[in-house]
């Protein structure tokens, strides 16, 4: 679905949930402000019980010139697009309409008109629609107020940034010419006295596991940016080394989630918590997610009798997943590591075709890039001599020269993307964003290397010879590694590269 393509209605109601949060705010602006543009006849509205009353709301929609309205009724619009929710949900007041469309960023929770776009693994609604402005040509820094709106939007649906991972949402964040001195000023009216107390009432019911050093906390409901403080100050607590803090909410189970081990990413911890029952991931050290009550009963029917039952009991569910996952988790360091090579089995690499950017043709020698990946960002200056090499699901990896020419070898045809996010490179010198792929070539990578593999069956991390910092992670499906010529040289082969790239010795 386009924005354009809604442009055949003419009275037109932007819907977002009910106790409006910043993010819901911000991506109703963006809209408003598109349909306003091409002269439509537009509001922006909310329902339910309770008019806007945070503080940092009041002071960003008066600050921003945000036109939203309080409605409890509504005459049936042309068209009726719910943003930052999905229509008739329960945090939604009902509104008549002819049509309706759904834009949002939450999980799938019923059936969804014809015309919608809902990207869960997005941070923010914010996200979402800046991306649908600006493929209508709209940039959303020509507008002081829009582009300090989402960029607001974003950051309190992301607790401050520290919970993003989607790099639609780090370009977001990059990109809006945001009015600084307004989000410090919002900043500054975050949280109220009723929720200082709401945080101090979840501090001290606090549940803690000795043995794995992880806490789990239940709040009442409240903003989440709540979860993140609480989340925070359990951390610094000398016996805690990850904690989990969640609070029941309309939209569903919001959860932080701390880590300050290097063991374990926050992240992970995320993305194992939430697995087929929400999304979740963020940073290393913070991370947050959402659950769906209905998909957790779903999946543990025969546990959890109802709904409430299954919400009832998080705390329990938290606190068993939690031991679960430390209890499978292998961590292995490569360096002391000693393969049994009995129990693994020989395998040789492929030819393989990938896609490569010789650096110094696309960017100025000794300038500072990022390379925005599904996988992350990667940083580094541009030297003389570097190739940056992209594999076939958009990942990439830098290597000098002589090693290019040594273990690749050039084509002669165009190259092809066929990823979800192109890799995108920013620059220091003046911040715009690059795609890599138009100055991609093709080659063909050597195969030959021959490692000894075994798949595993749990849970692994392994700490590089090369990076004793992050680890790699491998999960049931996956293989791990190691080089025949040299065996400390230890990692792990995502299962479906693996079968692609390797073939039986
Ligand atoms: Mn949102």
New binding site residues.
Partial sequence: MRLRDLLKYETIVIQCHDNP?A??VASGFGLYTYFKKNNKNVRFVYGGRFVIQKSNLVLMLRELAIPIEYVTTLEPPDLLITV?CQYDEGNVTHFDAKEVAVID?HQVSGPLPRMSDVRSSLG??STLVRELLEREGMDINEEKNLATALYYGLMM?TNQFTEIYHPLDKDLRDDAAFDRSRITMFRNANISLAELEIAGEALCGYEYEEKYRYAVIQARPCDPNILGIIGDMMLEVDAVDFCVVYSILPVGVKLSVRSCRKETRASELADYLTDKIGSGGGHVEKAGGLIQPELLHRMYAREYGSIEDAKARLREFFSRRLTAYFEESEVIYAKDYAADLSQMHAYRRKNLRLGYVKASEAFQVGTKITIRTLEGDLETPVTEDMYILIGMGGEVRLTAEENFQKSNKVLDEPYVFEGEYKPTVKTSFDGKNVSLIPYAKTCMARGGVEIYIKPLDHRVKVFTEWDEENYMLGRAGDYLAVRKDDLHNVYVIAGDTFERMYEMV
């Fill in positions: 949060d993010d819901a930052d960023h923010s609604c649906d």
